[in-house]
Nanobody
């Protein structure tokens, strides 16, 4: 499975951006879609996660970011509102896919989000 992320860019503090990530290939019916972010020199951080049953968010983005999915399009989105300079990072989408016997792990290429005035 290949993932293509898009939607990053430069935005002023308080602004909004929407990230998208679309998959090519079979993602089966049981999967978890995630958004991570990474600042140079730091570990990759899980920002938000969505399965068929639930969504989860890092405390730092709760109330500001919303993760959603479109199963028909094999896509996941991250709506980011009230952006802060500390949200600046490279954002990566990640799919965990269960094919009936084992889980596999796919990553997008990363999209840079810069929050600055």
């Amino acid at each position: 499975v290949q993932l293509q992320a898009s939607g990053g860019g430069l935005v002023q503090p308080g602004g909004s951006l929407r990230l998208s990530c679309a998959a090519s290939g079979n993602i089966f019916s049981r999967n978890i879609m995630n958004w991570y972010r990474q600042v140079a020199g730091n570990q990759r951080e899980l920002v938000a996660s969505i399965s068929d049953m639930s969504t989860k968010y890092a405390d730092s983005v709760k109330g500001r970011f919303t993760i959603s999915r479109d199963n028909a399009k094999k896509a996941v989105y991250l709506q980011m509102n009230t952006l802060k300079p500390e949200d600046t990072a490279v954002y990566y989408c990640n799919f965990l896919i269960f094919d009936g016997s084992h889980w596999s792990d796919s990553w997008g290429q990363g999209t840079l989000v810069t929050v600055s005035s």
